[in-house]
């Protein structure tokens, strides 16, 4: 049973007695599962539960010798990921989608601190206040998001208009209509992004059949002299492969971009500078893992943009729920707020490089699999070089294999194949902030895939 | 400045507090104000603060008696009307938008009732549980759901899928996608309703220039033989007349239906018979007031239809949000929780009451202005007769006046032109529903109007 919200002093106290049985826990776990990747991890000076409980099951031998030895902690753990049935091994592990489930571990900890109660009268009007072209921003949203780029400085949020979506994928579709011509003559502007790219945008472009644009595939090929207006859609890091990229198409007079760095944070990758970018969008789903509070921004230079934005969200939907953009504002705040210790990128981090790690260690020697290679970068952020690790596993399947995702689900993994994403199906994608349990179980199975 | 949201225990000993400071201020207020309207209405057994607090400043008179007589209350009602600056007779009266900000006053008195607080860590997958077509669906709004058109008798739901939606705006669009047809070479389906029609139809119909669907006007001028296939939005009781609707196309054959029922409520009209089509629609702005929560649901039979609104969600925003979701299903819950002395539509019907009553007696043998004339009729919810009370007033202009929004504009009543409906500007739309301050100025404005 998944546990849901439940209000009133009585859950407040319930909350208090799980949050301090959780406490109890970790500073078990630490006690009886610190192991040798922490030693070595010397730019942790705080050895607190928020920086070791994500790799207390660091290798799946540990991993099953804890499953015997400690009923508490399975218990826990059980706790922790609402979707787990029981570690069968015929269980299907879905990594198709990018839900973002690894960081309930942390909000589980910050406990009542990203907690939100609204009353029954509050949050009524379909207004929100202030001056603004986004007239159902809630101005607390608003502040922590420009608190949160600034404190993390992936973006550049001076001279920026906030627009406010139902997650990003409405500000995707928001920008689009803000972007397309405005004359009933014109033909629909072609809408591009380089290959491989994220899956779901030819089918978000293209369901209304709209007149004023339409999907026009791999933006590589494409020549904005000759072919005409456009627009791009550059996605940093990239989804599905988690490179680095800019805009490709060649002579971009006539082009128009939309930025979508729904990745760019400390955790997926070095932040090298701000983002300064016309049409910037961000989201809660991939930056705390909030997916289901359904909230986005976008950072937008040009108020005429703004205020069609505004007005597709309006026709769209009349607005955005009030109830997530102030749990989003709480949430945000959280982060910007979060003590050294309990530092919300760090921690994420940290459970990212111990993944990654444990990914290389799965696959290395086997010439089934090709991972993806990064080059190390400065990241402000951290003041430190870090690397690379993708919210996304981009693999390739070797030799004979010419359908990876149809390999894998013989061993009972669930990935998207390389073709939704415009290229081969040697191809997969692969979600790598799923919960502790399906990450774990994933890497065994696929320490296990031989010839 | 307006509350916001405060979590953890310390607000919600604020809320406590405020709460009980309410509580004193309604006794108060009985003790004080209790008026002759509420010895007549003998239908009301327990004269409870829930029952008296609407009419508690039945005439202008009274009010400004009130006003100068007790600065407690002056700082209570200031309170419950956030946007409310001063009474200033030059302040513009907004009642363009059917803001429902009417409903804030109960939801005061429901107190943590009809709170909500989620935890950090609760509702941040994408996915919701149980095995059911909208599987972004939380199954205890969809329990919530059902179980209050059960109790009001305003809807079959059995044999229904329910589809819940950001507002039943996105719902809208979810049906035109669902109910277009499916093979490329097919032109747009024709949509339509009858005259006058909700104003957001046709731009949210055409904004996207959709090859599915285009607006084609009103539907008593079409025959569906003739013209071909067609979507008809039948909205009852109809927004913004109020009158209760059917299909009015000719030669159905090739008809689909959208039933927009967001005013099919007991406040609003009498419940003769619970509905029973194919796809309807309703909103928790309507029915509760929370607009800001962004909550709609569909009632529908096919669950073909189902999956292809669930899709066009999907698209459109990857879902609901949970927060909203889950919030909803507490105010629902709190409604049909509620007992016989707090009953939410026992309340909305008095307060709805009170001001139709105000508003006829304004206009009362002035030769400027028609209302809508209605039938009473026999109301299950209430197991009597009752009135239809709309959420908008249909105001006509007689005589000379040929653009009604102006002449009231003149008067600082802000009201929607009859043209933004298809018909004459001789007509404007007024909501009955925002504030008890602003409804008053209203009332005192149109009451001084004469030629």
């Known amino acids: 049973m998944k546990k849901k919200a439940n209000p009133g002093r009585s859950m407040l106290r319930h909350v208090l007695v799980v949050s301090i049985a959780l406490n109890v826990s970790f500073i078990l776990r630490i006690m009886l599962y610190e192991t ?22 660091s290798s799946s031998s540990t991993r099953t010798t804890r499953r015997r030895s400690s009923s508490s902690i399975v218990v826990n753990s059980t706790r922790d990921e609402d979707h ?41 009007s379909y207004f929100s206040e202030g001056e603004k072209i986004c007239w159902f921003m809630e101005s607390e949203l608003a502040e922590e998001v420009v608190r949160l780029h600034n404190l993390v400085g992936n973006a550049v949020t001076q001279g920026r208009h906030i627009v406010v979506g139902t997650g990003s994928s409405q500000l995707f ?27 779901s945008y030819p089918s978000m472009t293209d369901y209304q059949k709209s007149g004023l644009y339409k999907w026009g595939g791999d933006a590589e090929s494409y020549d904005g002299e000759k072919d005409g207006p456009y627009i791009e859609l550059v996605t940093s890091p990239n989804n599905p492969d988690g490179y680095t990229r800019e805009s490709v198409v060649k002579n971009k007079t006539h082009g128009f971009f939309i930025h979508d760095l729904a990745y760019y944070w400390p955790q997926y990758t070095p932040i090298s500078y701000p983002s300064d970018h016309d049409l910037s969008l961000f989201t809660l789903s991939k930056s705390t893992g909030h997916a289901a509070t359904r909230i986005g921004w976008a950072l937008v230079k040009d108020p005429a943009v703004a205020k069609k934005m505004t007005k597709f969200i309006e026709l769209n939907t009349i607005g955005v729920s009030k109830d997530s953009q102030l749990r989003a504002a709480k949430i945000l705040k959280a982060v910007s707020d979060s003590s050294e210790e309990e530092e919300f990128f760090k921690y994420s981090y940290e459970v990212m490089s111990q993944r990654w790690k444990q990914l290389r260690e799965a696959v290395q020697g086997n010439a089934l699999f090709t991972l993806p290679n990064f080059s190390p970068g400065f990241c402000t952020f951290f003041n430190r070089q870090t690397h690379p690790q993708p919210a996304f596993l981009w693999l390739k399947c070797e030799g004979e294999i010419e ?17 939704r994403f415009g290229v081969s199906p040697k191809y997969v994608r692969i979600s790598m902030v799923d919960t502790h349990e399906n990450f774990m179980e994933f890497i065994e199975r696929l320490s296990s895939i031989h010839l």
């Not at 972007?179 to 994220?198: C, D, E, F, M, N």
Request: proline fraction near 7%.
């Open 84 to 124: 787990l049935h029981s570690p069968d091994k015929d269980r299907l592990i879905n990594l198709d989608h990018g839900d973002p489930r690894m960081y309930e571990r942390y909000w589980r900890k910050r406990g009542e601190k990203a907690s939100i109660t609204i009353p029954g009268w509050q949050s009524m």
């Open 403 to 419: 359908d990876c995702a149809s390999f894998l689900r013989q061993h009972k993994i669930l990935s998207r194949s390389g073709e």
């Open 173 to 199: 579709l928001a920008a689009l209509y803000a972007l397309s011509p405005t004359t009933h003559q014109q033909p629909p502007i072609t809408v591009l992004s380089a290959l491989p790219y994220y899956s």
């Open 36 to 57: 040798h990747q922490h030693q070595q991890q010397t730019h942790h000076h705080h050895q607190s539960s928020f920086s070791l409980s994500s790799s207390s099951s």
